[in-house]
């Protein structure tokens, strides 16, 4: 009799098991369902029909919870919490860039967040550095263009830490060759060392392996290379006379010769002078290569890529001098006599 009732309630037992378990998945499904629901109105728009630009500002280093209530208070999102969670799931935690940035409330979560990874959104200020510019003449361009501070942007070139950058091993200080020639979009509230860092971080793009094999196997560190095509840039017009003035460079320092070029005397004398005099040749400078022997202590301006790789391929001539043409196009004479150098010279002389 008794085993008979606890076989029926066995049975009973087993019978609201699989109840429970349906009960139990009903809710946990419900619950799903729930914060899918709450996840997906929360990630809509605020007011779909407000295309209004609101402008907010992610400071540099800001984390994903101050990112979170920037938006928020600028009603931005509906809720704080949802996007540092999104955030984390999504892998964008970290990823966030810093800048003034035009956001809209007709934009959902999603895409906030989206434009604030990419930096879509953001304003931007767009400069341009020509190729051959000195340390202090680009900090002169970003003071014009309204950037910067030149004289902020002179200190944080010499005093800022940018070791990371491997190309700078072995510069002898400061960063004068190294800020890359080219047309930068930057957010308007970068700073001295954004701007700096934007710079670097293109040389060291265009600076690849092969450069710095290449370096290797002419016996030069990347800090000579840079100094010749810092030389080459200042002398040279025309495209197809880099790898030429190269030649020469080469040839010259082969032979223990001194350099004898113009522009490193200009660059001693702080300024460019259309004629060089006598008394201008005799500058007690480092840099002045009619006194010392070898290259110069470092590069005398910014080179572009196309004189980095003339330097790491100087043409097979014999050349040891160049003057330019009584033509006055830009163009140069290339010689090895000294003789026939003279012959140029003084024709060079008489045209201007």
Known sequence: MRSDKHTKRRARGIRVLPLAFTVLFAVVLAAAAGLWFFAEMNMRPVNAADTANVKVTIPQGAGTLAIAEILKDA?????????RVKSKTDGLDGRYKAGVYFLTRDMSMRQIMEALETGAKAETNRFTIPEGLTVAETAETLAEAGLIEAADFIAETETGDFGAYRFLDGAAGGLEGYLYPE??????????????DRMLAHFDKLFTEECYGKAEALGLSVHEIVTIASLIERETRVPEERALVASVIRNRLAKGMPLQIDATVQYALGEQKERLSYADLEIDSPYNTYKIEGLPPGPICSPRIECIE?????????????????????????????DAFLKFKDAYMKAI
């Open 75 to 83: 009603d931005l999102i509906r809720n704080e919490t949802l996007f």
């Open 183 to 196: 047309t930068y979009d930057v957010y308007t509230d970068a700073t001295a060392r954004d701007l700096i």
């Open 310 to 338: 003339a330097a790491l391929n100087p043409a097979d001539t014999d050349y040891l001098y160049y003057v330019l043409r009584p033509e006055l196009d830009g163009r140069h004479n290339f010689t090895k006599s000294y």
